[in-house]
């Protein structure tokens, strides 16, 4: 089975990535995790410290949930992106990688984007090519 679990560094995400790892652990399963770094536009051309930023903690996210999966047996594979909508990069790479299901926090870090583009959660449940799971 093909799961991509979708991460950031949210109490939702850690939960979502927990109910990764124990439907990985019943059947064989490779995980993908994805990291989307918001493309904040006309303010990361101003600031390249806040997207630096924003890619480190992606960076430190995706090698815990990697360090992980390892520690459990669990095949791996890891993907930072940057994106206007994380939600279009979820829906992408469950594509790319056929996967037969997403897994997503039911809420993120970032809240101000539920306000700009929709929910991220119910974005990937009305586009994914596959089964969703949302974790609260």
Known sequence: MKILVALDDS??????????LKLAKNEPSTLFFLSVIP????????SPRIAEKLK??????LKAASDRAQRED???ETSMEQGVSPADNIIGL????SVDLIVVGHRGRA??????LGSVALRTVSHAPCSVLVVK
Request: hydrophobic share 50%; no cysteine; charged share 30%.
């Open 39 to 46: 493309q904040l536009g006309a303010i990361d051309e101003m």
């Open 11 to 20: 109490v939702f995400a850690q939960k979502a990535l927990e109910a990764a």
């Open 56 to 61: 480190i903690d992606a960076d430190r996210v």
């Open 94 to 97: 469950a594509q790319e990688h």
């Open 111 to 116: 809240n101000l984007e539920k306000f700009l």
């Open 74 to 76: 669990i095949r791996s």
